[in-house]
């Protein structure tokens, strides 16, 4: 079993939908937990942070984390075509030298 | 961009020569790290360095060397480039006193 496991897709929305991503994972010692947007040909750049189980919000972005299911999620609502890309889930234990695992990615379409 | 510049953007090689990737930061950041994108396999690390002259393997280590001789800059070496070598390249540093990853812009490599 990988270690985290998420979703390739592709998944591609009508403008305005309401988007869930998701990753489940197996290490419990993982506390921390990403959400990277990565555009095509660029370099991913973080969207939310989350330390707790329960919701972060930020703005049209909702972070979800379930440690008891160990499962995350990303909402994202109203979406924008600018929201096209691929997004990327990722988590770390705080030791080990802050190292990350990342989940494979789903790429996200919003047609306008 | 967390004041990350990766150099070269894009490179075209040959199998067998040897090929030098350069991440330079301007903040002061402790770790740094190394990953290759591909399609199917999301972000690897390949390895990481938590400080001058302190560095560490990754998952995908084999056929990688890396050095750090100042704290600004982390250099990953293919001593012999091979073509599963072809891939895209980027540099993360830690964020201080965060568990938060940022990254480069990305190389782009490609080993004929």
């Known amino acids: 079993q990988k270690e985290v496991e998420q979703d390739p897709g592709p998944l591609s929305v009508p403008e305005g939908a309401i988007v869930s991503l998701n990753c489940t994972y197996s290490n419990s010692a993982f506390q921390y937990f990403m959400w990277y947007r990565q555009y095509s040909r660029k370099g991913p750049e973080l969207l939310m942070y989350?330390?707790?189980?329960g919701n972060k919000e930020d703005g049209r972005f909702t972070a979800q984390v379930d440690k008891s299911s160990k499962y995350i999620s990303l909402f994202i609502r109203d979406s924008q075509p600018s929201d096209s890309a691929t997004y990327l889930c990722?988590?770390?234990?705080?030791?080990?030298?802050?190292?990350?695992?990342f989940g494979k990615g789903t790429l996200l379409t919003v047609n306008p | 961009d967390a004041g990350i510049t990766q150099s070269p953007r894009h490179k075209v090689t040959e199998t067998g020569t040897p090929v030098t990737l350069r991440c330079h930061q301007t903040?002061?950041?402790?770790?740094m790290y190394w990953y290759r994108q591909d399609p199917g396999h999301g972000l690897r690390l390949i390895h990481y360095s938590y400080g001058v002259k302190d560095t560490d393997k990754g998952e995908v280590s084999d056929g990688y060397s890396v050095s750090r001789s100042k704290t600004e800059d982390f250099l990953l070496t293919l001593e012999s480039a091979t073509s599963s070598q072809t891939s895209v390249y980027f540099c993360?540093?830690?964020?201080?006193?965060?568990?938060?990853?940022?990254f480069g812009a990305g190389t782009r490599l490609s080993v004929l």
């Open positions: 993360a540093i830690r964020g201080q006193g965060e568990n938060i990853q940022y």
């Open positions: 989350t330390y707790s189980s």
């Open positions: 903040e002061n950041h402790r770790y």
């Open positions: 990722a988590m770390g234990s705080g030791g080990s030298n802050y190292k990350l695992t």
